[in-house]
T-cell receptor, first 115, second 111 residues
């Protein structure tokens, strides 16, 4: 059974704190993604990675960074959390697919509140 | 950049009624995927469409990909309360790009 896990379901942080969101997948997938989901805005891609130590900016990378030191783990970092980063964060992974992309498997999400 | 628009944003139906959500892209897509997110859950993959004019069925769900590969639809026949959730389309405009998600259609089904 495929699985994507995220370190926390709920997280409350203060403005200015450094925040780490961890994602681990057990499917040996090359591709990993970080999205944020906000009401009325759908899923927006923050960063993605096609391989270890590789990262690419998505549509809304400002205020975020990522780290992928191991194939199974993809971390999202908020260097200095701000209230406008309060959101649901979803991690996803997929097999590599260029001409025909594979489905994305999502984790349960982390609801982050920045006060 | 690529934009994927999805309508309606929200629909409330009585159990047994049909439901359709539409997805339109600003660019020609190489393929489109559909996901369902139950309340409190995470998106789960439903299907992928690749060919122009393609139609696929999963029980009461019918998925279509337009001839021009710029639009798609999901139709549910005779909705059930288990169909409640938000349905997202996600399109890819080239072989090396990522998926762009629509904003989703939230479906509520009353018994």
């Amino acid at each position: 059974d495929v699985k994507v896990t995220q370190s926390s379901r709920y997280l409350v942080k203060r403005t200015g704190e450094k925040v780490f969101l961890e994602c681990v997948q057990d499917m040996d997938h090359e591709n990993m993604f970080w999205y944020r989901q906000d009401p009325g805005l759908g899923l927006r891609l923050i960063y993605f990675s096609y391989d270890v130590k590789m990262k690419e900016k998505g549509d809304i990378p400002e205020g975020y960074s990522v780290s992928r030191e191991k194939k199974e783990r993809f971390s999202l970092i908020l260097e200095s959390a701000s209230t406008n980063q309060t959101s649901m964060y979803l991690c996803a992974s997929s097999s590599p697919g260029v001409a025909l992309p594979y489905e994305q498997y999502f984790g349960p999400g982390t609801r982050l509140t920045v006060t | 950049g690529q934009q994927v628009m999805q309508i309606p944003q929200y629909q409330h139906v009585q159990e047994g009624e049909d439901f359709t959500t539409y997805c339109n892209s600003s660019t020609t897509l190489s393929n489109i995927q559909w996901y369902k997110q139950r309340p409190g859950g995470h998106p789960v993959f439903l299907i992928q469409l690749v060919k122009s004019g393609e139609v696929k069925k999963q029980k009461r769900l019918t998925f279509q990909f337009g001839e021009a590969k710029k639009n798609s639809s999901l139709h549910i026949t005779a909705t059930q309360t288990t169909d409640v959730g938000t349905y997202f389309c996600a399109g890819r405009d080239s072989g090396y790009s990522t998926l762009t998600f629509g904003k989703g259609t939230m479906l509520l089904v009353s018994p």
